[in-house]
């Protein structure tokens, strides 16, 4: 079956940079929509950037803005996020999904990855 696979998490002095990556394995998921959520320690889920494939359209929760960038390689069929000026904010389980959707005001995925730890230390 289809499953996405994220990788590049790790631990970060606040300041530092991260690259995350997401891979499809065990065939292709042919949607517009992609993102990258994630989960602090004892609170809810949150979507954090999304891209929409074929216009390139991108969103950002404003927390992130001007620090991170989303995007998609549609040769590789991969997705990435570029993570600049952390704060140990970011800390957290970050989630690559597919085929994401707006449901209720809050974004909602088909396909999930594992998750990949980031931890930013003071």
């Known amino acids: 079956r289809v499953q996405l696979v994220e990788s590049g998490g790790g631990s970060v002095q606040a300041g530092g940079s991260l690259r995350l990556s997401c891979v499809t394995s065990g065939g292709t998921i042919s949607t517009n929509c992609w993102a990258w959520f994630r989960q602090a320690p004892s609170k809810e889920r949150e979507d954090v950037a999304r891209i929409y494939r074929v216009d390139g359209r991108t969103h950002y929760r404003d927390s992130v803005k001007g620090r991170f960038s989303i995007s998609h390689d549609n040769t590789k069929n991969a997705l990435y996020l570029d993570m600049n000026t952390l704060t140990v904010e970011d800390t957290g389980v970050y989630y690559c999904?597919?085929?994401?959707?707006?449901?209720?005001?809050?974004?909602?995925?088909?396909?999930w990855g594992q998750g990949t730890q980031v931890t930013v230390s003071p």
């Open positions: 999904a597919a085929d994401c959707y707006v449901r209720d005001g809050k974004l909602e995925a088909v396909y």
